[in-house]
């Protein structure tokens, strides 16, 4: 209300009622898109208070995050600032290291995955990852793919080469390499082989991918190809991704989150961590006084 009086029901029909351009009842408009929102941000993980030592030392401290379903959240920050240490606790890949101790919580829809009843394993199904360098096994092409399916204890052979198919698509690579298959996936150049890697990262159809730097080692049309591919897998998977780069973060994520010493300083719609930070330290990296 402009006038400063109360909306009366005659004002609350005429608003439900009125119309835009194109005829659709503006009150339509507006629910559709606070339902689309409304969806924009179910939690596909949460991590809460999340705090990870490796011995004496704090890598990260008091994390809390929501990472959002069907979304890009890019992680970014100066080196050893616990970007990937964060990254790992997504899918407890950090258990493998000797004398790393983690306290808080991390849930996957809802579930606490560092329960005590939990299969570490399990959740890497649900949660893949893929490493800054490329680590193709030297085994075929198709078989670098199939590896998790076999597994997972998949054994038919219509079934794998459809998986691996469809994965191998998803990558993006499908077309570069279907009449290859059977050769190593070593023979590979450096940006086909990370493509090969989320190819195979896919093959077992994880919830949420979680990469960590996937394009540093990469030539710019590679990591141009990997870009693409970050931004056209947000249909099928959710997605958390380290870079050092912040062009990367601006082009691919829809929220960023900026970490320090160990610390989440700030994280946000990645518009607005990059034109209207909130916190200083933000400002600072963003524009280069640091890092
Ligand atoms: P970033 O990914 O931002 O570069 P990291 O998560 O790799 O940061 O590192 C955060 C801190 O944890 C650093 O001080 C680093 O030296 C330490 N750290 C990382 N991995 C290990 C490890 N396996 N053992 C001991 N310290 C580690």
Redesign the pocket.
């Known amino acids: 209300m402009t006038d400063g009086r109360e909306p009366t029901s005659r004002d609350r029909h005429a608003k439900d009622t009125a119309r835009s351009p194109d005829g659709t009842r503006i009150r339509d408009v507006v629910a559709a898109a606070t339902l689309s929102a409304a969806q924009d941000v179910e939690v596909k993980m949460r991590a809460s208070d999340l705090t990870v030592r490796?011995?004496e030392?704090v890598?990260?401290r008091d994390v809390s995050i929501d990472v959002h379903s069907h979304q890009v959240l890019a992680l970014i920050?100066?080196?050893?600032?616990?970007?990937?240490?964060?990254?790992?606790s997504l899918n407890r890949m950090n258990d493998t290291?000797p004398?790393?101790s983690v306290s808080g919580q991390v849930h996957l829809d809802g579930e606490a995955i560092y329960g005590p009843e939990v299969d570490p394993v399990l959740v890497r199904r649900r949660v893949g990852m893929v490493f800054q360098r490329s680590n193709p096994f030297p085994k075929s092409i198709f078989e670098n793919v199939a590896y998790g399916l076999r597994i997972a204890g998949v054994r038919e052979r219509g079934v794998l080469a459809e998986r691996v198919e469809r994965a191998l698509r998803h990558a993006g690579l499908w077309d570069e390499v279907k009449d290859r298959l059977p050769e190593s996936g070593l023979s590979l150049s450096g940006g086909q082989q990370q493509r090969l890697c989320i190819a195979r990262a896919l093959a077992v159809e994880p919830e949420v991918l979680l990469m960590?730097e996937p394009a540093s080692a990469l030539d710019p049309i590679a990591t141009a190809k990997i870009e693409d591919l970050v931004s056209d897998l947000r249909d099928e998977v959710t997605i958390v991704i380290?870079t050092h780069n912040m062009q990367q973060a601006a082009r691919v994520s829809q929220r960023t989150g900026f970490?320090y010493m160990?610390r989440l300083v700030e994280v946000g719609d990645t518009t607005q961590i990059f034109t209207r930070p909130k916190e200083r330290e933000t400002e600072d990296y963003i524009t280069g006084r640091f890092g």
């Open positions: 490796y011995g030392t890598a990260i920050g100066p080196s050893g600032c616990g970007k990937s240490t964060f990254l790992r290291v004398g790393v960590d380290v970490f160990g």
